[in-house]
């Protein structure tokens, strides 16, 4: 298979009857949560380039008819060159006009009142 995303880092697929592998790039910076520890606090500098990542990596997803449902520090990652790539796809959906209404992610992340509906 050809890598999908440019973005997000290579991803390759294969799938069986049963299962679906996903292979993708190793990221060997950490995630985002284990530097907010060691650091404590970003700079206003450091927090636009992430913020940029994210959100060009969403616009990517998005333009693919993907909705992530789980962004979080934790799925976050450094690349070697320091950009942050977006992972674990594990809760992801494609997109449709029915699904307004489905919520899942991590609680503690989500907003009062998607949790309750």
């Not at 292979?23 to 380039?49: A, C, N």
């Not at 979080?72 to 594990?90: A, H, Q, S």
């Amino acid at each position: 298979d050809q890598p999908r995303s440019r973005g997000l880092g290579d991803v390759y697929k294969r799938q069986d009857k049963e299962r679906l592998f996903l292979v993708m790039d190793l990221m060997k910076g950490g995630d985002l949560r284990k530097h907010h520890r060691k650091i404590r606090m970003f700079t206003e500098e450091q927090t636009r380039f992430f913020l940029a990542c994210v959100m060009e990596g969403l616009e990517e997803v998005h333009d693919k008819g993907i909705l992530h449902r789980d962004i979080k520090p934790e799925n976050l990652v450094f690349d070697e060159e320091g950009y942050l790539r977006i992972t674990d796809f594990g809760i992801a959906r494609s997109w449709s006009p029915d699904n307004g209404m489905n919520n899942s992610g991590t609680p503690g992340y989500m907003a009062p009142e998607v949790m309750e509906r």
